[in-house]
């Protein structure tokens, strides 16, 4: 019977079986062995250069492409900028940088557009409605009306950015730079970023003498630096409290109070006008400062962040960021450091 | 996998797989029309063995069925965190509340590098740390040497002469010995506030040090990590299997328990701790064999928060052979399952924890219990079929394959898939079948150390410094080679490097600090 033919035969079948169970289970792996041999994708995750993309502000890649091509001679060297034809839209696209020595007293012609990034040794002052793919500026820098920066913008001293401008990556000035209404923004960053033409209204000095120390019960249960609150809390006007506070739901400065110390808020915090924090301010949700409002560290927003009219943000000498997923910044606002938005930006009216 | 088990243990053996119809009779299988074996008839499945003796061992089965479906329930919750996980990832809002912050008056911070014999690695985060883009005032790198036997104190002290304002020596020659213990000694001569702790063969980049720093302004933040990347990934199958999993744990489900403000955990290097929130919390635990998953629970029980960022990447080395690998990972099983039966209880009755944080810091620490816990399901699964008891069947079966289809907690293959897609890689993504066999070595050890964890001891075991072995080349060597170098420039020309000019003192003394321990 072993040896009958059925069995013979269901034997068989199960080799077969099994050998096609084997096959099946083993294909995945054949793709494996190739690549273990090949080696095509075993480089290590490449983590080093982000540093000069993300920290610093001034282009370090497009500044040390320079360096290499001074002196020669190739296709890469900046081409200087001939004002007599200069790139309008559907022209081909160049293949170096653009070299502005000599600019002139007059803004450049409306509609340009420049395809590869802009030296400009001298001041430059753009004409509206142009686009750049980006600016380098040794001297002043002028944005007209209604201009679009595609990848960054630096300039060396000052930096004017005209009304109706988006601004894509980053834009940074080491002196000055004004962001006039209606722009838009990612990362901006200045010793002294000014937004819209309003002077910054000055700031209201309230000496500690003439407020009123809060005291507030620290619900941690173990004594540390901070004072942990459970519950909404408002600091009533005129009044200071003194520590680093974490709230697990919303903070509300009323009109001059203040803090002195870090502040976290897992809900929204709004500042009335003259409200002020000596210390970084951090929300998981938004962040409101009103009018004449100050803050002299961070503030970080994971949601909107809303900077009102007058409000000041860092300190010149003490450099700070305020930044948030979407930010609106109104005009007359003073922010010493950078602004980021990680979304969005604009300047309202 | 069970279901081949289930199969093939059917296909081999000689009497036919029972099938039980609709009806409740038992019929013989007719595989697509094979001829039935002639001398099989209508066979009744053979009754439960137990009901050939006495009803009353009946419970042993049933207990085994219940464990069973409890095993196959917890992968079941794994499964599905660690689903969770991954979309967040791919389809979910991101959170990096602290990437933006690159201005501020920057802190005071200390940057400790725990050390037992790494004359190979050392000089190489010496000079990384010397590099980095944070004020040179505010910055000290105290690199702790524990009993080093090699050449490690040698060249610590080479850098010491040279950079004496920044670079301030902990040598410690005596009391317990161990990570944790030699960090516990060196935090108490820690001036700064914030103290930054890196493994010796760590590269950190010029940003990482303000990067860190960062997420230590918010005062709810009691400590921070970043992602460690293998940077010895093409070496073998090991390191690329290695490095594959790594990019799971941290891109994958690190951020993602950022983003749903879970519990990131706080890894012991390339982080950092607040000191005040370290001290409200009791302090370094030195009898810990993971320091940092202890620390973790100890802080978020605290009220404390850990943030973590993908951003805040650094190079590391992971182990090269298979024993290194076993060890470092047995270590981990033991640390975490010591952390789970200590903190567990702590975490669920926490009152600065909100439900859901609680539930995963519970899961968090009982992750290396999965994997006694798989094993003990398959044993199951398998005696209760040969001893004649469908346990699985209808929904129960199908949540058992698709769970153990996942591998259970390890949930490999579709973290990793997405982490490496996340990364931007293509190619290393077909290894992914080859990390079946890293689960397989990390599944029986873990499983083993996890179990040895639970058992009481009548004596404590001595703790030693558990570290991994390193494998950089020649570190030794080329530092020596760089060291003639240097010398020689020095006296062939004045100092170019500004950095270098910032950072000496001719008049501040050499004065390495010892421990008094």
Same mark, same amino acid.
């Given at each position: 019977m072993i040896f009958s033919h059925a069995a013979y035969h269901n034997q068989e079948m199960l080799l077969v079986l099994l050998s096609i169970t084997a096959l099946w289970l083993l294909l995945p792996f054949f793709p494996a062995f190739i690549e273990l041999r090949s080696r095509r994708d075993a480089e290590p995750l490449p983590i080093a250069d982000r540093y000069e993309e993300e920290m610093q502000h001034a282009p370090a890649q497009f500044i040390a492409a320079l360096a290499m091509t001074a002196g020669q001679d190739n296709a890469t060297r900046p081409v200087p900028l001939d004002l007599a034809n200069l790139p309008r839209p559907g022209d081909p696209s160049a293949k170096a940088p653009y070299l502005l020595e000599e600019s002139g007293a007059e803004p450049l012609p409306a509609g340009l557009l420049f395809t590869k990034e802009v030296l400009a040794k001298t001041a430059l002052h753009t004409g509206p409605n142009s686009a750049f793919?980006?600016?380098?500026?040794?001297? +002043?820098?002028?944005?007209?009306?209604? %201009?679009?920066?595609?990848?960054?913008?630096?300039?060396?001293? %000052? #930096?004017?950015?005209?009304?109706?401008?988006?601004?894509?990556?980053?834009?940074?000035?080491?002196?000055?730079?004004?962001?006039?209404?209606?722009?838009?923004?990612e990362r901006l960053h200045a010793a002294n970023l000014l937004f819209g033409v309003e002077p910054a209204l000055k700031e209201r000095p309230l000496g500690p003498e003439t407020l009123i120390p809060l005291a507030l019960e620290n619900e941690a249960g173990v004594p540390d630096h901070r004072l942990l609150i459970c519950r909404d809390l408002t600091i009533p006007a005129g009044h200071v409290v003194e520590g680093n506070l974490?709230?697990?739901?919303?903070l509300h400065?009323?009109?001059?109070?203040?803090?002195?110390? +870090? #502040?976290?808020?897992?809900?929204?915090? #709004?500042?009335?006008?003259?409200?002020?924090?000596?210390?970084?301010?951090?929300?998981?949700?938004?962040?409101?400062l009103g009018a004449e409002t100050q803050v002299t560290g961070v503030v970080v927003a994971e949601r909107r962040l809303t900077l009102s009219r007058g409000c000041r943000v860092g300190a010149l000498g003490r450099a700070s960021t305020a930044c948030g997923r979407y930010v609106d910044v109104a005009a007359g606002v003073q922010v010493h450091g950078t602004v980021w938005a990680l979304e969005r930006g604009r300047v309202t009216q | 996998m069970l279901t081949m088990l289930v199969c093939c243990a059917a296909a081999v053996s000689e009497a036919p797989a029972p099938v039980t119809s609709a009806v409740g009779s038992s019929v013989a299988l007719e595989p697509y029309g094979l001829a039935t074996r002639p001398w099989v008839t209508e066979v009744e499945a053979p009754p439960p063995f137990w009901t050939r003796f006495d009803s009353r061992f009946a419970w042993p089965v049933d207990v085994m069925v219940g464990v069973l479906y409890g095993i196959i329930f917890m992968i079941c919750v794994y499964t599905v965190r660690h689903y969770w996980f991954t979309f967040n990832r791919l389809f979910g809002r991101q959170r990096n509340p602290y990437i933006a912050v690159d201005?501020?008056?920057?802190?005071?911070?200390?940057?400790?590098?725990?050390?037992?014999?790494?004359?190979?690695?050392?000089?190489?985060?010496?000079?990384?740390?010397?590099?980095? *883009?944070?004020?040179?005032?505010?910055?000290?790198?105290?690199?702790? $040497?524990?009993?080093?036997?090699?050449?490690?104190?040698?060249?610590?002290? @080479?850098?010491?002469?040279?950079?004496?304002?920044?670079?301030?020596?902990? @040598?410690?020659?005596?009391?317990?010995?161990?990570?944790?213990?030699?960090?516990?000694?060196?935090?108490?001569?820690?001036?700064?506030?914030?103290?930054?702790?890196?493994?010796?063969?760590?590269?950190p980049g010029r940003d990482l040090i303000k990067r860190l720093v960062a997420p230590l302004l918010d005062p709810e933040v009691g400590a921070v990590m970043g992602r460690v990347v293998p940077l010895n990934t093409?070496? $073998?199958?090991?390191?690329?299997?290695?490095?594959?999993?790594?990019?799971?744990?941290?891109?994958?489900d690190q951020q993602a328990r950022m983003n749903l403000d879970l519990i990131p955990q706080y890894g012991g290097t390339v982080g950092g701790v607040r000191l005040s929130a370290l001290n409200s919390v009791g302090g370094w635990r030195p009898s810990s064999l993971t320091e940092d998953t202890d620390l973790t629970c100890r802080l978020v029980a605290g009220g404390w928060k850990v943030a973590y960022s993908n951003r805040y990447?650094?190079?590391?080395?992971?182990?090269?052979?298979?024993?290194?690998?076993?060890?470092?990972?047995?270590?981990?099983?033991?640390? @975490?399952?010591?952390?789970?039966?200590?903190?567990?209880? /702590?975490?669920?009755?926490?009152?600065?924890?909100?439900?859901?944080?609680?539930? *995963?810091?519970?899961? /968090?620490?009982?992750?290396?219990?999965m994997s006694p816990l798989l094993i003990i399901g398959w044993l199951i699964a398998i005696a209760l079929f040969y001893l004649g008891e469908h346990a699985l069947h209808g929904l129960v079966?199908?949540?058992?394959?698709?769970?153990?289809?996942?591998?259970? $907690?390890?949930?490999?293959?579709?973290?990793?898939?997405?982490?490496?897609?996340?990364?931007?890689?293509?190619?290393?993504?077909?290894?992914?079948?080859l990390v079946l066999v890293g689960f397989l070595v990390s599944l029986f050890s873990t499983g083993r150390a996890a179990v040895s964890q639970l058992r009481p001891r009548k004596r404590r075991r001595d703790i030693v410094w558990h570290k991994t072995e390193r494998f950089r080349e020649n570190g030794l060597e080329a530092w020596r080679n760089g060291q003639i170098e240097e010398t020689t420039n020095e006296r062939d020309d004045e100092s170019t490097n500004r950095g270098a000019d910032e950072r000496m003192s001719t008049s501040a003394p050499f004065s390495p600090r010892q421990s008094t321990a």
């Open positions: 793919e980006a600016i380098y500026g040794e001297n +002043d820098l002028h944005l007209g009306e209604g %201009n679009t920066v595609a990848l960054w913008l630096h300039g060396e001293a %000052n #930096v004017w950015i005209s009304a109706g401008t988006h601004l894509h990556g980053s834009a940074s000035a080491l002196q000055e730079m004004v962001v006039e209404k209606g722009c838009t923004f974490v709230i697990t739901e919303s400065l009323e009109r001059d109070a203040r803090i002195i110390g +870090d #502040v976290k808020a897992h809900r929204s915090i #709004v500042l009335e006008e003259g409200a002020r924090v000596e210390g970084h301010v951090f929300s998981e949700k938004d962040v409101r | 201005e501020t008056d920057w802190p005071e911070v200390t940057v400790l590098i725990p050390c037992h014999n790494e004359e190979a690695v050392i000089s190489t985060i010496l000079d990384a740390l010397l590099r980095v *883009d944070y004020p040179a005032s505010r910055l000290r790198i105290t690199p702790v $040497n524990d009993r080093s036997t090699d050449a490690t104190r040698e060249i610590i002290d @080479h850098y010491a002469v040279r950079f004496p304002t920044q670079i301030l020596p902990f @040598h410690r020659s005596d009391g317990p010995p161990g990570k944790a213990a030699a960090l516990k000694d060196a935090f108490t001569l820690v001036e700064s506030d914030l103290a930054l702790i890196f493994d010796a063969d760590y590269v093409p070496r $073998n199958l090991l390191t690329r299997l290695l490095d594959m999993e790594r990019a799971g744990g941290y891109q994958v990447e650094c190079y590391e080395e992971v182990p090269e052979t298979w024993p290194v690998r076993i060890r470092q990972i047995k270590r981990w099983a033991r640390g @975490h399952t010591d952390a789970a039966l200590r903190y567990v209880p /702590l975490l669920l009755i926490s009152r600065h924890l909100r439900w859901r944080e609680r539930l *995963d810091g519970t899961l /968090l620490m009982g992750i290396y219990l079966a199908i949540l058992a394959v698709a769970s153990y289809n996942t591998l259970g $907690n390890f949930a490999a293959f579709f973290e990793i898939a997405a982490a490496v897609r996340l990364d931007g890689h293509r190619h290393r993504i077909r290894l992914l079948p």
